[in-house]
């Protein structure tokens, strides 16, 4: 039984098999160290290197997309065109802002957002890691109006971002809603999830110059991020310029993660 959920499936890569056998994998040796069973460990398939590189935004890109957002027009005033209009400005630059995932964003209840303090309660992620992240002043601000006029569109939301069925909004809105403000305003290709790259490359490109603890800011960056592992982070030292040559360089001072500002756009 257990060498068949744990061979890698015809839809699945490497990596994503090692992923998801991960916990079963480590369980089994956990056990086997403690001579609880005799089972062997399953077949892990070979790590593959990743090849996939994100999109990195230009200042103007960022600019075109976010006004492309604010510029949203209808053709009639129904509830749902009045409410994307309200939403999208306002889900994509808290992404854009915070880094969180495209789920965490869409599943993200009214109850787990704190306007009080700008803390966002992430209570399903992936892998169900709950953890929290605080808000930049602005994008806190941004989130306080929408509820205010939200809320009188959907006195009973059970999401922060309500679709018109009281559910919340499905993967497919995203990415068709990305596309038409993308599109309408940029001629390269990027899709949604790339704000939560961006968000880690700004943070890290951020540390380069200055004599910052890497491991602490690293630490805090993978939490942030709701990493359940380190090395899940460090993946983007591939991705930002000049890090290797100052990753040596480190002090024990203490600062707090840079945060990635949304406000020019």
Known sequence: MLDSWCSQRETEANNS???RIYAVVSFVRYLQKRGLTDVKTPAIPRKEARTYIPHAFSEIELHNFFD???SITSYSETEEQISQKLTVPVFFRLLYS???RTNEARML??????????VLNIAYSKGHDQHFIVMHD????????????IAKM??????FFPARNGKCHTKQWVAVNFKKMWEKRNSSSAVPYEFRHNYAIENINSWTDDGFDFHQKLHS???????SVIESTKYYYSLVPRLADV???HTNEDETIPEVRYESY
């Open 154 to 159: 959907y006195p009973k939301r059970l999401y």
């Open 17 to 19: 098999c090692r992923s």
């Open 68 to 70: 492309a957002c604010d």
């Open 109 to 118: 209840r009214k109850n787990d957002v704190d306007l009080i303090h700008g």
């Open 98 to 100: 915070s880094g969180i």
């Open 138 to 149: 602005s994008m806190l601000e941004l989130m306080r109006e929408y509820d205010m006029v």
């Open 221 to 227: 960056l993978s939490k942030s991020m709701g990493h």
């Open 247 to 249: 990753l040596a360089e």
